[in-house]
């Protein structure tokens, strides 16, 4: 474990079960209004890349500057020479540089409000990063012995400068894997034990008082990614159904939490999503009856939007946060939770 944070309070602490945040992407060209928006939009402010206002803030880009081997053109293209990709290279993480403009102003704006709640930040996850690369043309050992250190590099410097800047909030991070549904594929760049270990590396390099865990977008094997250790998994709803209780029983009761895509982001989106809760109350429904424990499903959980807004209106980011800020009031409405859970 990286030093440094046992002392530090956990985000599972002083958080209850549907409290909100974001995911990924916003669609904000001003970073000052995206910071604000990233703030005051979710229960637990949230760091959001903007790749509408530069290009090196895609996740890729952002995962790979400073790679020895890599370049990053002036319009987010990434030029990769793989006879200078050096595993046991140094990677350079240049905070004030435009890859992590988002990050640097959420962080300045929680300094001017002198708050003291949870951070979620978010990055992309050492499988993808080392997928990028094969595509580029670099060989798979070499890919992912790369994207290994590019991770753990970059995301010990961001953890570092929150917890510097930021020392009374608890981080919260989320490892980006949006191929995690291609794990069990054959013919995948890497056998699925070894993308799980590469996973499980990258999550176990943060301090201690911080909690990490896995996003995947799209419908990836649930208990493939439990294998990882993931302290939070975030999927959309359907990712989870009753015929893997038995692992999310056992998952919640060693105190893992769950972050629930609860409001679509795909499609379009309507004003307003009454049937987000009444879905996310029915698969606890199913769950519960399954065998998962009623009060841990609701305890431990975490609500979110299903994937990056960046692609969208802004009008359509502040749908999507109110669809989200109503499902979360109906979670916690004690009624409303037995009425669907207990099938009443």
């Known amino acids: 474990m990286r030093g440094g944070g046992a002392e530090r309070p956990r985000a599972s602490d002083v958080v209850a079960g549907g409290a909100t945040f974001g995911i990924g992407s916003l669609p904000h060209r001003s970073?000052?209004?995206?910071?604000?928006?990233?703030?005051?939009?979710?229960?637990?402010?949230?760091?959001?890349?903007?790749?509408?206002?530069?290009?090196?803030?895609?996740?890729?880009?952002?995962?790979?500057?400073?790679?020895?081997?890599?370049?990053?053109?002036?319009?987010?293209?990434?030029?990769v020479d793989c006879g200078q990709l050096d595993p046991t290279g140094t990677v350079r993480t240049d905070l004030a540089g435009p890859a992590f403009t988002g990050l640097r102003a959420v962080v300045a704006e929680l300094e001017r409000r002198d708050g003291s709640g949870p951070v979620k930040w978010?990055?992309?996850?050492?499988?993808?990063?080392?997928?990028?690369?094969?595509?580029?043309?670099?060989?798979?050992?070499?890919?992912?012995?790369?994207?290994?250190?590019?991770?753990?590099?970059?995301?010990?410097?961001?953890?570092?400068?929150?917890?510097?800047?930021?020392?009374?909030?608890?981080?919260?991070?989320?490892?980006?894997?949006?191929?995690?549904?291609?794990?069990?594929?054959?013919?995948?760049?890497?056998?699925?034990?070894?993308?799980?270990?590469?996973?499980?590396?990258?999550?176990?390099?943060?301090?201690?008082?911080?909690?990490?865990?896995?996003?995947?977008?799209?419908?990836?094997d649930v208990a493939t990614l439990l294998q990882a250790g993931p302290q939070i998994v975030s999927v959309p709803v359907e990712a989870i159904g009753p015929e893997v209780a038995?692992?999310?029983?056992?998952?919640?009761?060693?105190?893992?939490?769950?972050?629930?895509?609860?409001?679509?982001?795909?499609g379009p989106i309507g004003v307003g999503q009454p049937r987000a809760w009444q879905r996310l109350a029915e698969r606890f429904c199913e769950l519960v009856q399954a065998g998962c424990d009623a009060d841990r499903l609701q305890r431990q959980s975490f609500l979110t939007p299903t994937c990056g807004l960046g692609h969208h209106a802004t009008a359509t980011a502040d749908r999507v946060a109110e669809a989200l800020r109503e499902t979360s009031l109906s979670m916690r409405s004690q009624a409303s939770t037995a009425r669907f859970v207990l099938g009443a």
């Open 31 to 79: 970073a000052g209004q995206a910071a604000i928006f990233a703030i005051d939009a979710f229960d637990i402010p949230t760091v959001a890349t903007l790749p509408r206002r530069s290009p090196a803030e895609s996740a890729v880009a952002q995962a790979l500057v400073g790679v020895p081997g890599v370049s990053l053109g002036p319009y987010g293209t990434i030029a």
């Open 246 to 266: 038995g692992y999310i029983d056992r998952y919640l009761s060693a105190g893992g939490w769950i972050a629930w895509g609860a409001v679509t982001t795909s």
């Open 122 to 220: 978010q990055f992309l996850g050492p499988v993808s990063v080392g997928l990028a690369l094969v595509r580029a043309g670099a060989t798979p050992d070499v890919a992912f012995a790369v994207a290994q250190r590019a991770v753990r590099d970059h995301t010990t410097a961001i953890e570092a400068h929150i917890a510097a800047r930021l020392p009374d909030r608890p981080q919260i991070v989320l490892l980006d894997e949006p191929f995690a549904d291609s794990i069990l594929d054959a013919g995948f760049a890497l056998a699925p034990e070894e993308a799980i270990d590469l996973i499980s590396g990258a999550l176990a390099g943060f301090a201690t008082s911080t909690m990490a865990g896995i996003h995947a977008c799209t419908g990836a």
